[in-house]
């Protein structure tokens, strides 16, 4: 599956799972669905709203003791935390440092395990 596919079920798999906390569950908007003729000015207006680029995929906006929320860097579950682009690899060490938990996750199945041992409050530091 590409890592789109794997995002997909993530989000619909934590949606039937969890519906009362299924709207706090966010996807970052990625500069790559832009298209068209004003692609560029379009990036630049993105920016200026506060787009960064290498932000991780998902944001699970339920704090769970010792953290104030879940990031999550999708990858494909052929990959690994060795694909990640140097901003990616910033960020989740930038938001590990400061009270949340963010994870690489290589797959649909990898995902769902994240989420499920954040919920239980089982989930290591990394």
Known sequence: MSEH?????VVAWFRMQHPKQSKLLFSHIDGAIIGGKNK??????????????GIPDLMLAYPVPPYSGLWIEMKDKNKSEKDLR????????????VGYAAYCCCGFDHAKHVIQMYLNGDLPHV
């Open 5 to 9: 596919t794997e995002q997909v079920a």
């Open 40 to 53: 560029f000015g379009a990036i630049s207006n993105l920016k200026k709203e506060g787009w960064t680029k």
């Open 86 to 97: 140097p901003e990616q690899k910033e960020y989740l060490e930038l938001f590990n440092s």
